[in-house]
């Protein structure tokens, strides 16, 4: 079983929708971390959290620890957010613990 | 913005051949990382750095990997023999005490 499940794998979108992308783990963790992957392989980090919610931009991620639940939302959607967007725990030790993506295009 | 850099951006190697893969990390990071990813599945964690020594590995970082910070700024990885299925993207990636900063990795094909 996987230590981190993602969903859904993929997603397409119109502009301008509302974005949700969900992420369960199953371990315990002291951090869990949102990570955009663009489609020549670089891997850049969007959000660190431990507890309750963040936002940049038009990014918002939450955090439910007794649920063991987060949720990446984008606002406001464009083309230009397409990429593969990337769940991972710190399950207390030194490592991430990755989940297998959510592929997220936005059609004009 | 500080950056984490890694090179070469491409590598092409014959199996059974040494590799040498290279990561600049940022300045006054502490942590370093290795992670790699195969085509078309998720990022795995190979290995971690802490001062000056292994502090974690992974079972795929076998007697074949090793890594090393020879000269305080640069840290490699080495696979001394590579197999087909060392054919991966591999990221170098560093932090402090917060989030990580990920290299835009290696991609080595082995052949």
């Known amino acids: 079983k996987n230590e981190v499940e993602q969903s859904p794998q993929n997603l397409t979108a119109q502009e301008g929708e509302f974005i949700t992308i969900n992420c369960s783990y199953s371990v315990g963790i002291s951090a869990l971390h949102w990570l955009q992957q663009h489609p020549g392989g670089g891997i850049v980090s969007l959000f660190m959290?431990?507890?309750g919610k963040k936002k940049h931009g038009r990014l918002i991620a939450t955090i439910n620890i007794q649920e063991k639940h987060s949720s990446l939302h984008i606002t406001a959607s464009h083309p230009r957010d397409s990429a593969v967007y990337i769940c991972?725990?710190?399950?207390?030790?030194?490592?991430?613990?990755f989940g297998q993506g959510t592929r997220l295009t936005i059609n004009p | 913005e500080p950056e984490v850099t890694q090179t070469p951006s491409h590598q092409v190697t014959q199996m059974g051949q040494e590799v040498i893969l290279r990561c600049v990390p940022i300045s006054n990071h502490l942590y370093f990382y290795w992670y790699r990813q195969i085509l078309g599945q998720k990022v795995e964690f190979l290995v971690s750095?802490?001062?000056?020594?292994?502090?974690?590995k992974s079972e795929i970082f076998d007697d074949q990997f090793s890594v090393e910070r020879p000269d305080g700024s640069n840290f490699t990885l080495k696979i001394r023999s590579t197999k087909l299925e060392d054919s991966a993207m591999y990221f170098c990636a560093s932090r402090e005490t917060g989030g990580y900063t990920f290299g835009s990795g290696t991609r080595l094909t082995v052949v």
């Open positions: 991972a725990v710190s399950p207390y030790t030194q490592k991430l613990v």
């Open positions: 959290l431990s507890s």
């Open positions: 750095f802490y001062n000056n020594e292994i502090s974690e």
